[in-house]
Structures are given as structure tokens and as C-alpha cells.
């Protein structure tokens, strides 16, 4: 017996400039833009708790088929960019990617008091930091502490400088050879008789 999961609906608005999602309707379905400034597709997201599935076109012109789990994305972020000279901002919430082009829209509006509690409800649905997005590409966490530029990759946890003049535990029972003068064996060379 297969269980069917009814899907929320949602688009943009004709303006394009704001959307908005429920956190406490889930999974949704939705449209939106995504990509880098230079290279923008427009994309059909589904989202539940567990994962994101984007449909979109790739550059060869084909459509494909993106399945993402929650934990792939670093976190629920903020961002604000100004829009236009009259000093209007637009506040965009989304599920930050280690890859812009994956990162989803939640919520796009022009008033950050609007944003605030979805933000908070987005990390708490999808358990997830809450982050604040700079314009330089810094992300700050939610509490302060960490700040950190997209680019940077966390170290490894091991160094292999320690374990360099080790030898393998294997190998440690073996003796190691002696280097010295070669010994040099005089005789009669043995060939198999015809």
C-alpha cells in the first residue's frame, strides 16, 4: 500500500520580487530562478523535510533532475541586496549551498521585519543553522561566533605529517637491511642441460 503525500503549490508573483513558502506546509512545490548572475535557469523545486529535488534544464539544453538531501546544504541563510539607486532593499532567505547554483530561495521580500520569523521557522522545520550572508560572500552564523568566507574548506582532520615517520605497524617486527659491501659469490654458472 503506497501512501501519496499531497504537494503545496507556489510561484512567484508577477513582479517576480516576492515569494514566499511555509515552513509548516511540507513538501511544496514551487518554481524559481536560480544560478549565478551570468547564467540564470529557472528551476522546479520540490522540497520536503528530508530533501530537495530541482528539475531544470542543463546547458546542453536537456532537462535534469537534481536530488539533494537537507544535510547537503550548510544552512538557512539571509541576504540582503540593494536594489536599484533609491536605496530599496530586497531580503532573500534561502537554503545555502556550498555551490551558488544550488542554493534554493525560500523567501524573497522587500521589508526584513517580514523575513525574520520565517527565518527562524526555516532552521527550526528543516534543523539547520541559521546564517547571515554578507554582500563580500562572508557567512556568519546566526550566533556570531564563526565567521568564515564560502571559499574556504575546513581543514582535515588528520595530519599526515605525524604519521609520516612512522613505519606501518606490520612492519615494525622486521628488521631492516643492512647496507654494507656485497659479498661475491665465484662459481660455475648452472645451465639446464640440452
Not at 544560478?35 to 530541482?54: C, F, M, S, Y
Not at 547571515?132 to 582535515?156: F, H, M, N
Request: aromatic fraction near 4%; glycine fraction near 8%.
Amino acid at each position: 500500500m503506497m501512501r501519496q503525500t499531497a504537494i503545496a503549490e507556489s510561484t512567484l508573483d508577477k513582479s517576480g520580487r516576492s515569494l514566499r513558502l511555509d515552513p509548516d506546509v511540507l513538501p511544496v512545490r514551487y518554481t524559481a530562478t536560480l544560478g549565478e548572475p551570468l547564467r540564470k535557469v529557472d528551476a522546479t523545486i520540490i522540497l520536503d523535510h528530508n530533501d530537495a529535488i530541482v528539475r531544470c534544464p542543463s546547458p546542453s539544453g536537456q532537462m535534469m533532475t537534481i536530488r539533494m538531501p537537507i544535510s547537503a546544504f550548510d544552512g538557512v541563510a539571509v541576504r540582503m541586496t540593494p536594489v536599484g539607486t533609491d536605496g530599496d532593499i530586497e531580503v532573500a532567505v534561502e537554503l545555502m549551498h556550498s555551490d551558488p547554483g544550488l542554493s534554493l530561495p525560500l523567501m524573497i521580500a522587500d521589508d526584513p521585519a517580514d523575513v525574520a520569523a520565517d527565518w527562524q521557522a526555516w532552521g527550526d522545520a528543516l534543523q539547520l543553522p541559521l546564517l547571515l550572508a554578507g554582500a563580500d560572500g562572508t557567512i556568519v552564523e546566526a550566533g556570531g561566533q564563526d565567521e568564515k568566507p564560502a571559499s574556504i574548506r575546513p581543514k582535515p582532520r588528520r595530519r599526515h605529517s605525524f604519521f609520516a615517520d612512522r613505519r606501518p605497524r606490520f612492519l615494525t617486527r622486521r628488521k631492516t637491511g643492512r647496507s654494507g659491501p656485497l659479498e661475491r659469490v665465484n662459481g660455475r654458472e648452472i645451465i639446464a642441460p640440452e
